[in-house]
């Protein structure tokens, strides 16, 4: 058995997620899931695992998923030691892009796969293999309060129209705070990532103008603003972040740990059901349900920003982008075998690997699907 470790730049891979698992209540996460499918449960063995032949298998893509992928890799290939799985952390643009070009097996990706990478590779298939959430966080010393924030006041700060964190537009929304005449520094992704489509989207669904002028991707043009960093994967916003007094970031939730331990904090945001509410497994939980039953088979939907009662706004599913077609037989079973292994509710899925990085797991009837496009896999 070999494992290999590729990262991407100023990617951090410290899972110190004790604080982080404390804050965002993931103690139970599984059993706060299930309590909204439970009714359709399905047998373990549906989700039976191959055993692989001897192969190599690659990896690369989020940076949000990378943290998952470092305490996958050497549970899987210490069952499987005839794998020889090589994992990286290079933000999900090159995910999906490696992927499509066959560089690599798997490209571990925030956003789904776009219409156009479709029509370009019809045989690319995204496939949820976890939840995932983001956080708003912001560097604001001596202020620990969450704020409220929402998609027009993030879009304003990003375009530059709202420029101090005491703006009235910020303040009227938190009355009770006494917030200070800092400038505010508009961190963002400089590479491919999926998590600046979710924040994007986000921005997009809640401000039009935003949506006309900027829309939403795995890259975009940024507007020229004055106080703006560029950051290079999670590890680079949130080092940045912490760097930076008056930062605002958008940082998945396997960083929270470090968002925390870096003196940071989070805000309350505005979802499609006009209530401000905190990132937390309970909330998160709550818009994943929403969507469960709506999931279409091949796993492309978008939970941004929906109106579910008591959702948290930014949840979304972490996807495998697989070709149909691999190189050989082998490889395609070893492909097959390492994402059953990552789907299955008693291993990959389970408490013990997604409570880490503070990720949901697949609600059974969404499983169910990855499986069947798992199962396409030659």
């Excluded at 643009?93 to 796969?113: C, E, K």
């Excluded at 006494?178 to 590479?191: C, E, F, G, Q, Y």
Aim: proline share 5%; glycine share 10%.
């Amino acid at each position: 058995m070999k494992i290999n470790i590729r990262r991407g730049a100023r990617v951090s891979t410290s899972l110190t997620v004790v604080a982080a698992i404390a804050v965002f209540g993931l103690a139970s996460v599984s059993s706060a899931t299930t309590k909204h499918h439970a009714k359709k449960k399905v047998a373990v063995a549906t989700f039976k695992v191959e055993t692989p032949p001897k192969a190599s298998v690659t990896e690369t893509g989020s940076t949000l998923l990378y943290p998952l992928w470092n305490l996958w890799a050497p549970a899987y290939t210490s069952k499987y030691h005839q794998v020889n799985l090589t994992t990286g952390g290079t933000g999900s643009g090159t995910g999906i892009a490696d992927a499509a070009s066959g560089t690599v097996n798997i490209g571990s990706s925030d956003a789904y796969l776009s219409p156009s990478v479709l029509s370009a590779t019809p045989t690319l298939m995204n496939i949820p293999l976890a939840i995932s959430v983001q956080v708003i966080a912001y560097n604001i010393p001596g202020l620990h309060a969450h704020l409220k924030l929402n998609g027009t006041i993030l879009s304003g700060i990003y375009k530059g129209s709202i420029t101090n964190w005491n703006d009235s537009a910020i303040q009227s929304l938190n009355p009770s705070v006494t917030l200070p005449n800092l400038p505010i520094v508009a961190l963002h992704r400089s590479d491919g990532s999926g998590d600046t489509f979710l924040f994007t989207q986000y921005l997009s669904r809640q401000n039009a103008a935003w949506n006309s002028s900027v829309a939403y991707g795995t890259t975009v043009s940024w507007p020229t603003i004055a106080n703006s960093l560029g950051e290079n994967g999670n590890g680079g916003m949130v080092s940045g972040c912490g760097a930076t007094p008056g930062c605002v970031a958008y940082v998945g939730i396997s960083f929270l740990s470090s968002v925390l331990g870096g003196g940071m904090t989070y805000a309350s945001l505005l979802n499609g059901d006009h209530q401000y509410v905190l990132p937390s497994q309970a909330t998160a939980a709550t818009q994943a349900a929403g969507y469960a039953k709506i999931t279409p088979a091949s796993g492309t939907i978008s939970m941004i920003n929906g109106r579910v009662k008591g959702g948290y706004p930014i949840v979304n599913y972490e996807y495998g982008i697989v070709n149909k077609s691999q190189s050989s037989s082998s490889t395609a079973k070893a492909v097959r075998s390492l994402l059953e292994w990552c789907i299955n509710p008693k291993l990959g899925n389970s408490p013990r690997f997604l409570n880490q990085v503070s990720f949901l797991p697949l609600p059974t009837k969404v499983a169910v699907a990855s499986l069947k496009q798992i199962q396409k896999i030659q």
